[in-house]
């Protein structure tokens, strides 16, 4: 038996420096006595400073959270969830499948990847924050169904 009788959902991300953190964040804040929630990718960047900017915009602080390495999960049993939302990790997400019951995509375009003004990168990473917001409000929702 499981410690934890809560679903574990993990988001994926290749760098888990964006919407990977944006979407641990905002699950934790919308149900974390629901959910074990984690984020990880397979090369680990820092948390782009941004993400901290937009979170904070909606009073979630996710100054608690780091970037993870996918292999450290592999030895830790099962995940119930994992959510892909980036496009780049297509190559990798079957390395994915053997460490959950359920992977969903949610590919989203990668708010860092955006230059110019900081309003228009402002802008980029406010769209990403609020497309998953709208996706995770949908799938507790669905949750809920189950």
């Not at 680990?44 to 901290?52: A, G, R, T």
């Not at 359920?102 to 497309?131: I, S």
Request: overall charge positive; hydrophobic content about 40%.
């Amino acid at each position: 038996m499981r410690k934890s009788q809560k679903p574990k959902v993990l988001f994926y991300c290749k760098h888990n420096s964006a919407r990977s953190q944006m979407a641990e964040g905002l699950l934790r804040n919308m149900a974390a006595d629901r959910f074990e929630i984690y984020s990880a990718g397979v090369s680990p960047k820092p948390i782009h400073p941004m993400v901290y900017t937009v979170m904070e915009e909606i009073g979630i602080d996710i100054s608690g959270q780091t970037s993870k390495n996918i292999d450290s999960f592999y030895n830790r049993g099962l995940v119930d969830t994992i959510i892909i939302v980036c496009h780049e990790s297509e190559v990798e997400c079957p390395r994915l499948h053997p460490l959950a019951l359920k992977v969903l995509n949610w590919p989203l375009d990668d708010p860092a990847a955006v230059f110019g003004e900081q309003q228009t990168v402002l802008k980029a990473f406010r769209f990403a924050r609020d497309k998953l917001k709208k996706k995770l409000t949908d799938w507790l929702a669905e949750q809920q169904v189950e």
